[in-house]
């Protein structure tokens, strides 16, 4: 019988590595509305134009650096996966900085020449001034890339070796100093001479502030800058081929991710437009996104569990396939028991929304139905992060791509198909995304199952055409051979050099006919004498 304290030894690791990354995951969202607050707080008297048009310059620069620049965060897969040496690491920071120049030529574009105008005045609608103040901050921002990379690429090795804490410890310290940062700066003079260098110098100091937590978990305790060889021979060296054939799945599944968002507002605000209501369905929809997402966003993180504890780290024992799927069910759980009594209870939602958000009662009516559909959101979330890391961890990741494509393609049937069926406003704009997460957590599966028949199919047909053996012993065969003979072909068909892992059957067989052969000899040299 197992018990508690066993099952609390086994899955305690697990939860404490996840524990911070599910941090990392909701940090920039608490930064940036920690941020709008701070610069908020310095609207006063003649200032108020001034600070409103620096925090609308502010979201826009934001909000283009983070589809720009996204790629990059992908980078941190790269690292846990891909890199086993230093020499992989010299190469990772290599292609990444090429990545990150490139991310940083855009922001000096639309920042110093007329593409920036036509992106931001004209196609957000914005006025001169707000588009001008948006091209000054995308310059000064246009450093942060090359920051992003030296960030992700060092947290993905500390991820390599169990260290999430120092990966969340990083995250949550630039938060505070970003909070910190604006804070002081609002008492200066730089809330009348350039209120824009408030924002910016925030995140440069937040952005330092993390590379230097991560740098210092790298090179000083726990070390892990020793424990990487300088060139690994156990594992295939990286090259440009192998890490974009790994690299470009996650980025358009990523990018799926970030457009599905703003197709249901437009879908939701479109259905509405007739009642008058579309405004209402679409803060319906603002208000409720965030909340939940609290209670189900840290699960994306499950995909880096797997190739983490996939293998035995510096000092721990990797865990197995059963062990890993028995954690992500327990997440699932664990999720549920929080968000179906939450939501579903009488008058809790609206109070909860009410609390949180700020809204009056009768508002706070309307997200009931949302937010008791999106408590079922962690049962695809889950299941694709946990099928998405098994696949990262088979350097297979081309295989979960075709999810983004279904996914979308599912949120705009769903967006056109509900309606029909009576589910309008917010209801179907959420019940979409659902049905979007249901057909990628599938698409996901799909894909997972075929790799691993792909896999077990190739290992039984390299079991039976290279050990070409028979399946009991024969004498008359085995007088064929010397004993020495024979233990050089047997080894040539051993599982080390098939690459078929332990056997037990070829190596009984193995023991059983050089045994044989070395009694045939044995006689044939007393007969001899």
């Not at 064929?480 to 078929?500: C, E, I, K, N």
Request: some cysteine; overall charge positive.
């Amino acid at each position: 019988m197992i018990s508690c304290r066993s099952v609390w030894n086994t899955y305690w690791p697990l939860g404490k590595f996840l524990f911070p990354l599910g941090l990392t995951n909701i940090a920039p969202d608490i930064a940036d509305q920690a941020l709008n607050r701070g610069i908020t707080s310095m609207n006063s008297g003649d200032q108020s134009t001034i600070i409103i048009d620096s925090l609308a310059s502010f979201g826009l620069a934001i909000s283009l650096m983070k589809f720009f620049a996204f790629p990059l965060g992908e980078v941190r897969h790269v690292s846990l996966v891909l890199v086993h040496s230093q020499k992989d690491r010299r190469i990772c920071i290599l292609l990444s900085l090429i990545m990150a120049l490139g991310s940083c030529a855009i922001f000096l574009v639309l920042g110093l020449s007329v593409m920036g105008t036509m992106l931001i005045e004209e196609l957000h609608e914005v006025k001169h001034s707000v588009s001008e103040n948006t091209k000054i901050i995308l310059v000064y921002l246009s450093l942060t890339p090359i920051l992003e990379i030296l960030c992700q690429i060092h947290a993905g090795i500390l991820l390599q070796y169990r260290q999430s804490v120092v990966v969340g410890a990083s995250s949550l310290a630039d938060v505070a100093m970003q909070v910190v940062t604006v804070l002081v700066l609002v008492q200066t003079n730089l809330t009348t001479t350039n209120p824009l260098l408030i924002p910016v110098l925030s995140v440069y100091v937040g952005y330092h502030t993390r590379i230097a937590i991560i740098l210092i978990g790298y090179y000083c305790k726990p070390g892990i800058q020793h424990l990487l060889p300088y060139d690994q021979n156990n594992h295939e060296p990286l090259t440009i081929k192998n890490m974009l054939k790994f690299f470009w799945p996650l980025i358009f599944i990523n990018m799926v991710h970030k457009i599905s968002r703003p197709i249901i507002n437009l879908f939701v605000a479109r259905n509405q437009a007739s009642s008058g209501n579309s405004e209402k369905a679409v803060a319906v929809l603002t208000a409720v996104y965030p909340i939940p997402r609290t209670f189900y966003g840290w699960q994306n993180n499950l995909k880096e569990v797997q190739p983490a504890f996939a293998k035995p780290s510096h000092g721990h024992r990797a865990y197995t396939s059963r062990e890993r799927v028995t954690f992500t069910v327990g997440c699932i759980v664990f999720c549920m028991l929080i968000t179906l009594p939450t939501f579903f209870s009488p008058g809790v939602p609206e109070k909860v929304i009410h609390g949180l958000v700020g809204v009056d009662l009768e508002f706070a009516k309307l997200t009931v139905v949302p937010l008791q559909i999106f408590s079922f959101m962690t049962l695809p979330v889950a299941s694709r992060s946990h099928l998405t890391g098994w696949l990262m961890i088979k350097k297979k990741t081309k295989y979960a791509a075709p999810s983004g494509v279904l996914r979308l393609a599912a949120i705009i049937i769903a967006c056109i198909v509900f309606p029909l069926m009576g589910l309008n406003g917010a209801e179907m704009g959420v019940a979409s995304l659902l049905f979007g997460f249901v057909i990628e957590a599938l698409t996901v599966a799909a894909g997972t199952i075929f790799v691993w028949k792909k896999k077990n199919f190739a290992n039984e047909e390299v079991t039976q055409d290279a050990v070409d053996l028979p399946t009991e012993y024969s004498p008359r065969l085995s007088a064929m051979y010397s004993s020495q003979d024979l233990h050089v072909r047997l080894q040539a068909f051993s599982p080390h050099t098939t690459g078929l892992g332990s056997n037990h059957s070829i190596d009984s067989y193995q023991q059983m006919t050089l045994k044989g052969v070395q009694d045939k000899e044995k006689d044939s040299h007393k007969q001899t004498t």
